[in-house]
């Protein structure tokens, strides 16, 4: 006895091109959003401790001139 294997027909799948074109516009707006926001959160970082500079003593007293 044979044994018969049934492959289905190719089918016409056309949804590929509106699936590139929302990803590419997926990473257009992915990119834009890291210029704008990104960039600027970069620059604005500081690595590290920031080095505050106390003087041991303040002078308060006030010259009055006569």
């Known amino acids: 006895?044979?044994?018969?294997?049934n492959n289905p027909p190719a089918q016409n799948n056309s949804s590929g091109l509106f699936g590139m074109i929302i990803g590419?516009?997926?990473i257009v707006v992915l990119l834009f959003l890291g210029y704008v926001y990104g960039l600027p959160a970069l620059k604005s970082m500081q690595f590290g401790t920031p080095q505050i500079n106390v003087p041991s003593q303040i002078d308060v007293?006030?010259?009055?001139?006569?």
């Open 24 to 26: 590419m516009i997926f």
């Open 61 to 66: 007293n006030v010259k009055q001139s006569q």
């Open 1 to 5: 006895m044979a044994t018969v294997i």
